[in-house]
């Protein structure tokens, strides 16, 4: 089976998932959203084949932007999900290497919102999120380093204004090992050289803030 097939696979197991998930009785209501926010993203690297060994990584600002459609199901819950370019990745301080991925996301979120006021309403929601890398700098998808596909956990929270603006903020955690057999790590004692380690486990984590519209 060629790589292309199977990544057209997933693509219509989400929208399978996405059509299943929004199937709606006429009772029901959908609303649609745009984004757009940062991204503060790095990732967590443990290197099986190494027992001690100095963490350099901090984390790497990028963008978040995309559209989300939203369908009540009660009165105060609601299933939201979307189709999210977003960046993660890392800045590694010992080399001044900033690794970016970029990523098609697709969250599934169930959610909970309270009214503060008649202009004003807290919401919350969480769920998992399914991710495809569809370009990277350094090559990383294409030299072995990184596999295309993510899948983890998601969370948001934040305020809604006139019914139509709102400000959140959240949070992804990557439950798929995406780092391939070997992973490239800064060699402290060459720097600007790297060292190939083999075992790697590799997630992604990333923090969020966006701002919606809501149609």
Same mark, same amino acid.
């Given at each position: 089976m060629s790589l292309k097939l199977f990544g057209h696979k997933k693509a219509c197991f989400l929208l399978l998932v996405l059509s299943v998930f929004f199937s709606a009785h006429a009772s029901d209501t959908l609303s649609f959203q745009i984004q757009a926010g940062a991204n503060f993203a790095r990732q967590n690297c443990k290197l099986v084949d190494v027992k001690n060994i100095d963490n350099t990584v901090s984390s790497i600002t990028g963008a978040n932007f995309g559209v989300r459609i939203e369908r009540s199901i009660k009165k105060d819950f609601y299933l939201n999900a979307g189709v999210i370019f977003d960046m993660k990745g890392y800045s590694d301080d010992t080399t001044g290497l900033d690794l970016r991925l970029y990523?098609?996301? =697709?969250?599934?979120?169930?959610?909970?919102?309270?009214t503060l006021s008649d202009q004003a309403r807290f919401f919350t929601d969480f769920g998992p999120y399914f991710s495809y890398g569809i370009n990277a700098n350094h090559n990383a998808f294409e030299d072995d380093i990184y596999k295309k596909f993510d899948f983890g956990l998601g969370f948001r929270f934040g305020l809604e204004f006139? @019914?139509?603006?709102? =400000?959140a903020l959240g949070g992804d955690f990557g439950m798929l090992n995406i780092g391939k057999q070997e992973v490239l790590y800064p060699d402290k004692s060459k720097k600007g050289e790297y060292e190939?380690? @083999? @075992?790697?486990?590799?997630? @992604?984590?990333?923090?969020s803030t966006a701002l919606l519209y809501r149609f």
């Open positions: 990523y098609l996301t =697709v969250p599934l979120h169930f959610g909970y919102r309270y006139y @019914n139509h603006w709102s =400000v190939f380690y @083999n @075992n790697s486990r590799i997630h @992604n984590f990333c923090l």
